[in-house]
């Protein structure tokens, strides 16, 4: 009898569970973590999305089997969400798909359209499921870089042309998590005629879709005229609404990258609890003034992180967009790598963060910072990271933190 499974072979140790484990370690053992590691939403959904979860719970028929690929209503409700924010015409029937969250719905697609040996182009830093879901698929990687600018596209024709079989798919995700780069509706145009050019499926991974900064909203792949040839996008409730505990997302798109999701998704699940999809309807078609708060908590957030790290010793770069501060290591700790970096940090500051390298090897140098812990929580953070690389040796500036 082997052990030796193929897809768990080309699984390498997942090195932010490891910090994690630590982090579980230290809180048992009575240390106050301030935990920037996952991107956890500390905030509550809204009260009347809380209350249509409760009313729907207490019906007798919502506790049978739900529809796999949605309930009628929340298809219509996320077609409805890109008309009014994007300017997008989305048929609920045959271009949307509801996913127990978008890690999920990414999961899913690549097992629906991913033959061992296809090559898949995907970002590198990344959040896992955009490699990992289709390595377990059976494809292979090739590493494009994040940043939205020539050498972007320079990587994508050198891997056209030199890559055997010729890649099948791009990945991408902006507001990207980690980096947190952003791109315009200019540099969607131009994926798109990519894509169409080589023959390419792109799948677009928008979770952070509504917390963007400084006035400039995120736009969606599927404004451009004909991007639905050849794309599919993800969204997500988690952090728009505060509900990522409740796994809601979507696919919208290319009806043929549907079709084949929906289908494999049919034999994989019966949808998520029928109450909550519910709920999800009330959260896209109620109030919005939500959104925009939470928008502007994260925007305090993040100038709150970035002002008292600075003054710590600690220069991180402001995020445009998400929930997260992509930062590199201190100069004067670099040498530690990312991984020791942020196991020390968690040891001797109480500070969790997420290592670099766990997004991928060109992530290493950089921690993701996320921006989970009230204001005071983050001037904490600061005050504690000051005196960790104080005893470092590193010079700090001579007004304290915070």
Not at 112 to 124: E, H
Request: with cysteine; proline share 8%.
């Amino acid at each position: 009898m082997s052990e030796d499974f193929y897809r768990i072979k080309r699984l390498p140790p997942y090195v932010i569970a490891e910090v994690n484990a630590m982090r579980a370690a230290a809180r048992a053992g009575g240390e106050d973590i301030i935990d920037l590691g996952m991107g956890n939403p500390d905030l509550p959904p809204p009260e009347h999305v809380i209350e249509k979860l409760v009313e729907v719970a207490r019906k007798p028929s919502a506790h049978g089997y739900s529809q796999s690929k949605g309930i009628p209503g929340l298809r219509k409700a996320q077609a409805n969400y890109y008309g009014r924010r994007f300017g997008v015409d989305v048929d609920p029937e045959t271009e949307v798909v509801v996913t127990m969250g978008s890690k999920e719905g990414l999961a899913s697609l690549a097992t629906a359209i991913t033959a061992p040996g296809d090559v898949v182009l995907a970002p590198n830093p990344s959040y896992p499921i955009h490699t990992f879901g289709f390595i377990i698929a059976g494809a292979t990687i090739r590493a494009v870089p994040t940043t939205p600018d020539e050498a972007y596209f320079e990587s994508l024709e050198r891997a056209m042309a030199f890559t055997v079989p010729a890649p099948s798919v791009l990945v991408m995700g902006y507001p990207s998590n980690p980096t947190a780069e952003v791109v315009d509706l200019a540099f969607y145009e131009r994926v798109v005629a990519f894509a169409k050019k080589h023959k390419l499926w792109v799948i677009s991974d928008l979770a952070y879709s509504e917390l963007y900064y400084d006035g400039k909203p995120t736009p969606s792949i599927l404004q451009v005229p004909g991007a639905k040839d050849v794309a599919i996008e993800f969204t997500s409730l988690s952090k728009t609404y505060s509900m990522a505990g409740w796994r809601m997302g979507f696919g919208v798109g290319n009806k043929t990258l549907i079709a084949a999701m929906t289908r494999v998704k049919s034999y994989l699940d019966y949808g998520a609890f029928t109450p909550i999809q519910a709920a999800a309807c009330a959260a896209l078609n109620g109030p919005q003034d939500i959104v925009a708060r939470n928008r502007e908590l994260y925007h305090k957030r993040r100038d709150v992180l970035v002002e008292s790290f600075g003054r710590a010793g600690w220069d991180i770069p402001s995020p445009r967009a998400s929930m997260f501060a992509w930062a590199p290591l201190p100069p004067a700790l670099a040498h530690l790598g990312s991984l020791e970096f942020t196991k020390q940090l968690l040891t001797h500051a109480h500070v969790a963060v997420a290592p670099g390298v766990g997004y991928g090897e060109n992530g290493e140098g950089y921690v993701r910072i996320a921006m989970v812990e009230n204001e005071q929580r983050l001037r904490q953070a600061a005050r504690n990271v000051k005196k960790y690389l104080t005893s470092m040796g590193v010079n700090t500036p001579a007004r304290g933190a915070g």
